[in-house]
């Protein structure tokens, strides 16, 4: 025992000094390896472009709709660029997870080299932070690129500072989508005003048809039109930072109006967005308020039967019936860190404006059906998805989301309220208040 | 043996590190983030003891605590009692063993997100398999996720989920009692049910000691079937979900560092409580 535990200990010692020479001597030709890439990419340098290794992280993977044309975008420029190897990283948006991913790497010195990421509140911490580059100079020093661009585009992507951070690729809108097919099996006309679909819903209800498939816990869009509705595209942009616009509470009261009118699935308190999702698509609710993003997940026969407008205006609210939630979202970011390397900053910029260029803005725009940041023509999409267009197109003005504007603790007592107000156990003053109150300990 | 010591540090040490850096650095940052009102990632501000103050007047993290309490009941009850029951009667049988032994474990290995997708679909409204079978006899169709329920809800797969473990766990414990225990039993004319409650049960005592602090401890990581089946919607929301909400949805690291701290200590005065009643001696056999 005694000699097997002295053999034990005696091949550690030996193999504890193996692995310190062989460390050593591999650290050691590391360096050198290391001093001969150097050399060698100096070399290069003087010949030809010296090889750049860039990361750039976006949404584009996954089940994303525009992962292949993302792809195809990123290979079109190594293609062109064959001193450039990009590593695509990516991660779903479907849930908090990639927020946090985005906020840590920013925070701890391990930004990507390109970052597509959300424009508004989310990106607030690390633009003020001043870890991304303005984009205004590099815009107005190549005005091909920058008139690439619609202008609008180009506003909803500036953050409160006036800067633009984030260069768009595409935008969304928010609608009522009708399932015109059940409206018109039904004789009922497409719910322009309230009235209009106060009558849709007392119709289909009593028919036993769920007319607007919401969730109360993920019923971010039904809030998001409703609160915009009641007080109108001014009135919903301040927030709720330096007091509570009393129009605000007219949402919560026509959420219950529609509730008591048997507006929403029996068990709009137990789904989630998914399935509500899934019942418009499966033709069992005849409205649903969603996203531009979620057309591509109905079926066909949902799509081709679908349409989308504005949600009317509440009652007694400041909306014109034609605002939209909606705007562009999300953009390039250009890392400080990677524009003040001098070795990268050529290859990065020239990249950003590959991404952003028009032919590039079609393509991602024509798969995942967005509104493309830039004057393209867009084909072969669904009617649905053209109706959206021409929805945003048409309205009297475009709102990014309130979401946006109260910190996201706020928005999330906004969404725990709705449950509680429709069934009376909140009044819809209370439930403005309550939010207004965690705003205020946010500040 | 002096000599031996500096291996036993040594061979303790990568796992001393891995602990420090995995499990008391964030446990002592979340003390540190719990003192302050963070907005995002980047701004933060010193609030002092404000968010403990808030743990004492919020009503949802009550409400949450209790929910988390009586899911502990369901736990304990159920999935300790039925891993006992299901191991005592397995110890009875004498073929089949090792397949039933397989079956009541099979569970644990498979991850508790695919389970509990697999009840959002038993328990939905619309065409969840519950409500299919209901409407083929002619009963009218269950909120099976609304107020009354949702709660219930979810401790059916909580607790179905792990039952196997602490089965294994027990089957174990009585695999060590000395076989001339029973055959003196026997002898003595003992009936099945007198030999489990006066013999097994009490020699396995202190692993079901174990197996209660195992389940305590448990209970109040309990996240994943909350979060996809209910969301803590309609009086279901536990510690877990609760205090992810208010760190990662909501932003505010701050007052969710908060929440997981009083977590560890809510956490360690049950198990010291529970430890505390089933004190007994230690039987040697």
């Keep these: ?443 | 043996m002096k000599g031996d010591r500096k291996y036993i540090f040594m061979f303790l040490f990568p796992s001393a590190l891995f602990l420090t850096v995995f499990l008391y650095y964030p446990f002592f940052k979340s003390f540190y983030l719990s003192f302050y009102r963070t907005k995002g990632f980047f701004d933060k501000k010193f609030v002092g003891w404000d968010n403990f103050e808030r743990l004492f007047t919020d009503k949802l993290l009550g409400a949450a605590t209790l929910h988390t309490l009586e899911l502990m009941l369901y736990v304990l009850l159920f999935q300790v009692g039925i891993a006992l029951v299901l191991a005592v009667l397995i110890e009875g049988i004498s073929r089949f063993k090792d397949f039933y032994r397989t079956v009541f474990f099979f569970p644990v290995v498979i991850s508790g997100t695919a389970i509990s997708l697999l009840f959002v679909l038993f328990y939905n409204y619309n065409f969840g398999l519950l409500n299919n079978i209901l409407a083929n006899f002619g009963i009218e169709k269950i909120f099976w996720l609304d107020e009354g329920n949702a709660l219930k809800a979810v401790a059916i797969p909580t607790v179905w989920h792990y039952v196997g473990f602490y089965f294994i766990l027990f089957l174990t414990a009585m695999s060590k009692i000395p076989a001339d225990y029973y055959e003196a039993a026997r002898l003595e004319g003992i009936g099945a049910i007198k030999r489990t409650t006066m013999l097994t049960i009490p020699l396995i005592m202190s692993d079901i000691k174990v197996v209660i602090t195992l389940a305590i401890t448990g209970t109040l990581k309990v996240f994943e079937f909350v979060w996809v089946i209910t969301s803590g919607q309609n009086g279901s929301e536990v510690l877990g979900t609760y205090m992810y909400k208010k760190a990662m949805v909501d932003q505010n690291f701050g007052y969710g560092s908060a929440i997981a701290i009083y977590m560890v200590i809510f956490g360690v005065l049950l198990a010291l409580l529970a430890n505390r009643l089933l004190k007994r001696d230690e039987i040697t056999y």
Excluded at chain 1, 161 to 181: H, Q, S
Aim: glycine share 8%; aromatic share 8%; charged share 20%.
């Design chain 1, 1 to 443: 025992m005694m000699l097997l535990s002295l053999l034990l200990l005696f091949s550690m010692i030996l193999a504890a000094c193996g692995d310190n020479k062989s460390g050593s001597n591999s650290s050691a030709a590391d360096g050198n390896a290391g001093k001969n890439a150097a050399n060698t990419q100096q070399d290069d340098k003087n010949k030809d472009a010296a090889p750049v290794k860039l990361r750039v992280f976006s949404t584009f993977g996954g089940t994303d709709s525009a992962r292949e044309a993302f792809q195809q975008a990123i290979d079109e420029f190594t293609a062109s660029h064959p001193n450039v190897t990009i590593e695509n990283d990516t991660m779903s948006a479907n849930d908090d997870g990639f927020r946090t991913k985005v906020n840590t790497d920013m925070n701890s010195g391990n930004e990507p080299d390109l970052l597509f990421y959300f424009i508004g509140a989310d990106a607030e911490g690390f633009v003020n932070a001043d870890k991304v580059v303005p984009l205004n100079d590099l815009l107005d020093a190549d005005p091909e690129w920058k008139n690439g661009f619609i202008p609008s585009a180009l506003d909803f992507a500036k953050q409160p500072d006036g800067n633009i951070y984030a260069a768009p690729l595409t935008g969304f809108y928010e609608g009522l989508f009708v399932n015109k097919k059940i409206f018109e099996e039904n004789g009922l006309e497409l719910p322009t005003d309230w009235d209009k679909l106060t009558a849709a819903v007392k119709t289909l209800s009593a028919k036993g048809i769920i007319p607007l498939s919401v969730p109360f816990d993920q019923s971010h869009y039904l809030i998001e039109y409703s609160i915009l509705s009641a007080a109108g595209p001014e009135g919903q942009s301040k927030g709720l930072k330096d007091g509570i616009d009393p129009n605000w509470e007219k949402a919560y009261a026509a959420m219950k109006e529609l509730y008591d009118l048997g507006a929403f699935p029996k068990d709009a308190a137990t789904i989630d967005l998914n399935m509500s999702g899934n019942y418009f698509s499966e033709g069992l609710a005849a409205m649903t308020i969603e996203g531009s993003w979620a057309i591509g997940g109905w079926t066909d026969e949902t799509k081709d039967n679908a349409t989308v407008i504005p949600f009317p205006t509440v009652p007694g609210g400041l909306g014109s019936g034609n605002n939209v939630v909606g705007g562009f979202g999300s953009g390039f970011y250009l890392p400080k860190s990677v524009y003040n390397d001098a070795a990268k900053k050529d290859s990065v910029v020239a990249l950003l404006k590959h991404l952003t260029s028009p032919a590039i803005i079609q393509k991602i725009a024509t798969a995942n059906g967005g509104t493309p940041a830039a004057d393209v023509e867009i084909s072969g999409l669904a009617q649905v998805a053209m109706d959206g267009f021409a929805m945003a197109a048409n309205s009297d003005s475009i709102s990014s989301p309130v979401d946006s504007k109260v910190a996201p603790e706020t928005f999330n007592d906004l969404r725990a309220s709705v449950q509680q107000v429709v069934t009376g156990k909140k009044t819809p003053t209370e439930a403005i208040e309550s939010a207004k109150k965690v705003e205020d300990a946010n500040k």
